[in-house]
């Protein structure tokens, strides 16, 4: 079946604007993570989300970012007043839940975001 | 908390040649482990997991939990093996992966 799609693919934005990031996961998978890869700092967590629990919010790295799932299937992330430093590509991935260990996550194409 | 280590950011090596890319983590419980590779221009995708104890591809990866290793390996590299590796790790109940910070891998023809 079709896998994680993001869109948009690429998004070029003006420091201080608004953005907001799609992610449609796997159809059936209850949970859904989103990543930011970027060149300083690699691969980081930004949040997860897993069926009706609190999303994990741990590493979203200021107030500026949010998050949030509807009906437990397509996710946003929002970016308010983007500052330079949020060019990154953003990276969503979702995966069934686990059992009795951690399931295997399986990516978007991300959404390469350069703010200007 | 958790924590992966990938020391080499590049690596090259020949066509034929044994192949090996460190990955070391630190977590007091029992994590589960992952390489996952980027290949150019395609997205993130699972290589292997410690649970799994597969072969892909002619890689294979052993857990030393004396070592707090999970070095990935392959007796004899190919040119389509060049990618971004990155090793991960999650816990269960609390799946957010942790990763290194990748090695590039390139095999010279």
């Known amino acids: 079946g079709a896998g994680v799609s993001q869109s948009p693919s690429n998004k070029v934005t003006e420091k201080g604007k608004d953005v907001e990031l799609r992610c449609d996961p796997i159809?059936?998978?209850?949970?859904l993570y989103w990543y930011r890869q970027s060149l300083g700092q690699g691969l980081e967590f930004l949040i997860y989300?897993?069926?009706?629990?609190?999303?994990?919010k741990s590493g979203l790295p200021s107030d500026r970012f949010s998050a949030e799932r509807t009906g437990g299937s397509v996710s946003t992330l929002t970016i308010q007043r983007t500052q330079q430093e949020d060019s990154a590509v953003y990276l969503c991935?979702?995966?069934?839940?686990?059992?009795?260990?951690?399931?295997?996550?399986?990516f978007g194409p991300g959404t390469r975001l350069l703010v200007l | 908390a958790q924590r992966v280590t990938q020391p080499e950011k590049l690596l090259s090596v020949f066509k034929g040649a044994p192949v090996e890319l460190k990955c070391n983590y630190s977590?007091?419980?029992?994590?589960?482990l992952f390489w996952y590779v980027q290949y150019s221009r395609q997205r993130l995708q699972l290589l292997l997991r410690?649970?799994s104890r597969e072969s892909i591809k002619g890689f294979t990866a052993d857990l030393n939990k004396g070592e707090t290793s999970f070095h990935l390996k392959k007796p004899f590299a190919q040119e389509e093996d060049s990618a971004m590796y990155y090793c991960?790790?999650?816990?269960?109940?609390?799946?957010?992966?942790?990763f290194g910070t990748g090695t590039r891998l390139t095999i010279i023809p």
């Open positions: 991935a979702s995966s069934l839940m686990g059992l009795a260990t951690p399931e295997t996550q399986y």
């Open positions: 159809s059936g998978h209850t949970a």
């Open positions: 989300f897993q069926g009706n629990s609190a999303p994990d």
């Open positions: 977590y007091s419980g029992s994590p589960e």
């Open positions: 410690h649970i």
């Open positions: 991960a790790l999650a816990v269960f109940g609390n799946e957010k992966l942790t």
